[in-house]
């Protein structure tokens, strides 16, 4: 994923993301490199440049929390960006532990089972489909697989398609990612996803390198389904209790509208090979 550290590449990415004016600096002449210089965020940090170039190159591993939040303000970080900072500094020791990510509790499978005309479904840390009801499935059945969120995004062809807002999807998929990784650096998953995303997508690799970070949003989303055509949804994500990294993901239609009939027809589509199958056994 690099041949730094975690902590030097976000540092070095979110550096290089500023210019001079953006802090109040004056710029003077063409700059050799991107951004502001370890020096100049040094200076606005209030800490030497000696160490600032260490947390960079990953010799200086437990800054304190003072100089982590002056750190943070030089580079003008928002609230989840610093609290990703912050967890890029945590030992192994210090990081919680859950649940098998791979695991999906039978009570949280039987909840979303219930919900016969709302999609549901539980992401994992590298945005893998642990399980989803049948009308998430239905929903997402324009894809090759319905196994990994970013995949749909950037290497399966029907993602152009579906995501009607792309490039919002593609960021939105990137920021996520690096906000689980922020929480578990060492995760064999993770890397193993990013790499094959990095081999399929320059377009993947280019927002990686932007170390932006950012949660799910409950913005809405529009979407178009190869059978029922535009959806208008709104969602939530929520954390699945016992296995903080996964996140339960709820869409919802609003009632009476296109999106809630475009919904029930899905859900006829789902249930119907069922029906079928029912029948041929009688």
């Known amino acids: ?164 807002e792309w490039e919002r999807a593609a960021h939105s998929c990137v920021a996520e990612l690096r906000a689980a990784y922020g929480h578990d650096p060492q995760s064999a998953r993770i890397a193993e996803v990013v790499a094959e995303l990095s081999d399929a997508s320059e377009e993947f690799t280019a927002l990686w390198r932007l170390h932006d970070v950012k949660s799910k949003s409950q913005e809405g989303k529009h979407l178009k389904h190869p059978d029922v055509g535009d959806l208008h949804i709104a969602f939530a994500a929520f954390t699945v209790n016992g296995a903080p990294h996964q996140q339960l993901v709820v869409y919802q239609a609003e009632p009476a509208s296109p999106t809630a009939a475009a919904f029930e027809t899905l859900r006829a589509l789902a249930t119907e090979p069922k029906k079928a199958r029912a029948t041929a056994h009688l």
Request: hydrophobic share 40%.
């Open 1 to 164: 994923m690099s041949n730094g550290t975690p902590l030097g590449d976000f540092l070095r990415a979110r550096r290089e993301a500023l210019k001079p004016q953006d802090v109040g600096l004056p710029e003077y002449g063409r700059r050799r490199v991107p951004g502001l210089r370890r020096e100049e965020v040094a200076l606005l940090a209030g800490v030497s440049s000696d160490y600032y170039i260490r947390l960079e190159q990953g010799r200086e591993n437990s800054p304190s929390a003072q100089v982590l939040e002056s750190v943070a303000q030089a580079l003008k970080l928002d609230a989840e960006s610093t609290d990703h900072l912050n967890r890029l500094c945590l030992a192994p020791s210090q990081r919680p532990h859950g649940r098998s990510e791979a695991e999906v509790g039978a009570q949280l499978l039987q909840l979303m089972d219930g919900w016969e005309h709302t999609p549901a479904f539980v992401l994992g840390p590298a945005l893998d489909i642990l399980a989803g009801n049948s009308l998430a499935t239905a929903l997402h059945s324009g894809f090759d697989a319905f196994d990994n969120l970013a995949r749909n995004v950037f290497v399966d062809p029907a993602g152009r398609e579906f995501y009607q």
